[in-house]
């Protein structure tokens, strides 16, 4: 029988090698013919793209939830399962939820909890578990105290201010909620635990009924000289512009000792910044860092360590 031109459209993209590119990956090439194709072709093709989905092709799940497949429900259940690709389980969860099917749910949370895949993928699938009905927020509140990758820590706790309705841009770019999200990307476990009890007192006052200025979420910090300091960060200068800050007090202090945390694990001007600003919540999160360094740089903590202790 002859196929349509379509249906060869469709034929060639769905057959035709993976090229290692974004688009590429994400999506079958031509897959748009399939929405040409009528009767007995339009079978084949779905049949084809199951078929694909089963043999490990997660772009097929996508195409197959476009084309409003509920007959694909069955294999893209399967395609959640252990034995597939990180990347497959969560694009057919995806596919699944998008025909209303929220069997994909317990594979998001089992590959979220054994930190398969890659950061970049598993914040795909923070995002996407909360999309689902009634979504478990602990699960997400999971991934940003324990996962290893800052990608995936990063876009759970997106998705749990989005859940909480604190997306909005004036209080997202306010400095307490990027403070907070800040010090959530630090490798330190004392930083992060600290900023995760802030996240959490946060949420759950704004859903008692605070509202955002009540919780200080739109304040924007006017202080020059922490607006000097918060520049020297992104310099090249062999030190952290601490000038002015002794006298900065209330807010502007909270700020400029979180600025210092949340850069502690990565810069060495942090950890002085501390010595000289006396940053005493420093003190943890140093010991902490002080179990990993050596040389000048473990010389540089103990001598900080040793001022605000002494």
Not at 38 to 55: H, Q, S, T, Y
């Amino acid at each position: 029988m002859a196929r349509s031109a379509a249906f060869e459209r469709f034929l060639a993209g769905v057959t035709a090698p993976v090229r290692l590119t974004r688009d590429s990956m994400d999506e079958i090439p031509g897959v748009g013919a399939l929405f040409e194709l009528v009767g007995e072709e339009r079978v084949e093709a779905e049949d084809i793209l199951i078929a694909k989905l089963g043999a490990g092709d997660g772009r097929a799940a996508a195409a197959l939830a476009d084309a409003d497949c509920f007959r694909a429900v069955p294999a893209l259940v399967a395609a959640t399962s252990a034995r597939a690709a990180p990347v497959t389980r969560v694009a057919a969860a995806r596919a699944l939820l998008r025909l209303d099917d929220h069997s994909g749910r317990p594979a998001l949370v089992r590959l979220l909890r054994s930190h398969e895949g890659d950061g970049y993928l598993r914040g795909a699938a923070a995002r996407l578990l909360a999309e689902f009905p009634e979504p478990d927020r602990e699960i997400l509140f999971e991934v940003v105290s324990a996962d290893p990758d800052p990608t995936a820590r990063s876009e759970a706790t997106d998705a749990l201010l989005a859940l909480a309705g604190l997306d909005d841009d004036e209080v997202l770019w306010g400095d307490v909620l990027k403070s907070v999200t800040g010090r959530l990307l630090s490798s330190l476990t004392t930083v992060q635990t600290e900023a995760m009890a802030e996240l959490r007192d946060v949420i759950a006052r704004w859903e008692a009924g605070e509202t955002a200025e009540d919780l200080g979420l739109t304040w924007r910090c006017g202080s020059k000289a922490v607006h000097r300091f918060v520049d020297s960060i992104d310099s090249g200068k062999p030190d952290l512009d601490t000038r002015g800050l002794a006298a900065v007090t209330g807010r502007e202090r909270t700020l400029v000792e979180n600025l210092v945390l949340l850069r502690l694990h990565a810069d060495r001007r942090a950890v002085r910044a501390a010595g000289t600003l006396r940053v005493r919540r420093a003190v943890e999160p140093l010991r902490e860092l002080l179990a990993s360094a050596e040389g000048p740089a473990k010389a540089e903590i103990e001598a900080v360590l040793a001022t605000l202790t002494g």
